[in-house]
């Protein structure tokens, strides 16, 4: 019987051996990136990322050790990755300028906004650094169904879902030939969100209204409010909940009378160590709610159902699937899925 067992266990350890590893990279690789064609003559080796989500996806495929600098931070890197950022660059908390970005010698920008980017960037405009040998790229999440030419944070045409993450991923894994790395993530992100949703199935179809509020330029102004087909929007519709908000734009700001009109059962809070604005502070942001005369009565503040959600989480990114489990813990904890 031993034998049988010792030869058995040989035998899978030859499968498991023989089993096809994904193909390796093919260079040259040509992409179409947000309109543009993008060739590699090799795996990139000298990266500044520009965008903490960005940053993030680079880190979950093990790409720290390329990372030559970032810039565009909301708040803290994902815990896993504190000590591997600790050792990169940061050009800039924010907008960092087209001069420090060339002068870390990249051989790839990677950003996540359109904006920093792109046809006018603020950072630098894609064939400003092509006319120097170094290629862009961008998140397809912010240029696929979504036009960014209409001031502030764009319009999105179509709901954005987590499958163009899945397709900055591949795209990453395949331009740095990391397959292997890429699908692995992928299905670890789709396992977590069908866990979060299976979590909160109870409250699927009743059409919960929920505001997603990120910051505002004054803390007793309009509100910059998640958008019809925004992120935040996927999370709605993942657990079953409503959005109160039905315009195109990514983040519109709307006032909370038209706000209160809807009266939302829970508001999502953006937290964040940026402090552009006053509101970006969630503290502020409950006081202005549980003393406003407007929002005072509103359901949520009457209830106090204020959920606390990382800002990166509210944004297109490997984040999302954290705010689902978010905002899916919230409700479970104010017997909304009941």
Known sequence: MRQILATMTFAFGLIGLAAPSLAAT?????????????????????????????????????????????????????????????????????????????????????????????????????????????????APADCVAKVNTDGGDGVRKELFTMELIYREITELSEIFDVKERGDALISKLKKRETDAVASISAASGKNLPIVFWFSSKEVNGDAFIAGKNSAPAYILKAIGARNVVTTEEEWPLVGWETIAQANPAVIVLATMDRRRYAADDPKVKIDFLENDPVTKELDAVRNKHFVMMDAQSMNPTIRTIDGIETLANGIKSFGLSQ
Request: proline letters at 5%; charged letters at 20%; one cysteine or more.
């Open 26 to 138: 093919q260079y040259p690789l040509t992409i179409t990136n947000c309109g543009e064609q993008v060739t590699f003559q090799k795996a990139p080796s000298k990266i500044v990322s520009i965008g903490q989500g960005m940053t993030e996806i680079l880190f979950s495929l093990g790409l720290a050790d390329k990372i030559a600098g970032t810039a565009v931070w909301v708040g803290p890197v994902l815990p896993q990755y504190a000590e591997a950022n600790s050792r990169i660059k940061r050009l800039a908390d924010n907008d960092p300028s087209f001069e420090s970005v060339v002068g870390q010698e990249p051989d790839l920008v990677a950003a996540e906004f359109e904006w920093h980017v792109g046809a006018q960037g603020s950072v630098g405009k894609r064939e400003q650094f092509k006319d120097l040998g170094i290629n862009t790229y961008l």
